[in-house]
């Protein structure tokens, strides 16, 4: 079946520094790409949906600059937090769409901002 | 290791029927557990959660899923579906040890007016 990659599974990283997420489908091409957050003991967050060759589109409320989604190719989106806090930590998910509308999820990355 | 599973890929139903989609995770400490429902060309939207108390949790749009522990599972039930029912559902357990959100494939439901 689909398989989607995300990478890495688990970051440490100082306050300050930048850290990337790439989620990558491994064998169909993902025309769009969405990216969840989500916070302790809550449901996922939907923070942005990517187009492979546009913009990002942002939900209300999520920083742009904050957190920077690049959606090069067919079977890669990276998702890029800037100046990374401690109040960026956090459980991060991505979910590719096939073309044919099935959706398959990345294994997530928990992000924690010392 | 930490999963989940849903046993059935692509369930049919006719209106006015009952619906329970299955779901069981393994083991691996204290679980939050969720189903999340999309529906065509929309993003994950949460059905309904558990984290403790009441293990019958009711949720949006007249679903209700049971925790039985000892089962590991984590149905999720309907009396009576819409065809505006027609979505795929994912159960997914946040597993506190480790700290991570884990998916099951999905289930599509087709309902068929």
């Known amino acids: 079946g689909a398989v989607v990659s995300q990478h890495p599974s688990r970051v440490i990283c100082k306050s300050g520094t930048s850290v990337k997420i790439e989620c990558r489908s491994l064998d169909f091409q993902a025309t769009t790409m969405f990216w969840y957050r989500q916070f302790p003991k809550k449901s996922l967050m939907l923070m942005a949906t990517s187009n492979e060759g546009s913009k990002a589109t942002y939900e209300q409320g999520v920083e742009k600059d904050k957190f920077l989604i690049n959606h090069a190719s067919l079977t890669l989106s990276t998702l890029t937090v800037t100046s990374a806090h401690p109040e960026d930590s956090s459980f991060y998910i991505c979910s590719a769409r096939q073309q044919g509308g099935k959706l398959f999820f990345g294994s997530g990355t928990q992000l924690s901002v010392l | 290791a930490q999963s989940v599973s849903q046993h059935n890929h692509h369930v049919i139903l006719s209106e006015a029927a009952s619906l329970e989609l299955g779901c069981n995770y393994s083991?691996?400490?204290?679980?939050?557990l969720f189903w999340y429902v999309q529906y065509p060309g929309q993003h994950l939207q949460l059905l309904l959660k558990?984290?403790?108390?009441?293990?019958l949790v009711k949720g949006i749009k007249g679903f209700e899923a049971e925790f039985i522990k000892s089962k590991f599972s984590f149905n999720l039930r309907k009396p009576s579906v819409q065809w505006s029912d027609t979505a795929e559902y994912f159960c997914?357990?946040?597993?506190?040890?480790?700290?991570?959100?884990?998916f099951g494939q999905g289930t599509e439901l087709s309902v068929k007016p």
């Open positions: 558990y984290f403790s108390g009441d293990p």
């Open positions: 083991y691996g400490g204290t679980v939050n």
């Open positions: 997914a357990a946040f597993y506190n040890q480790g700290g991570k959100l884990i």
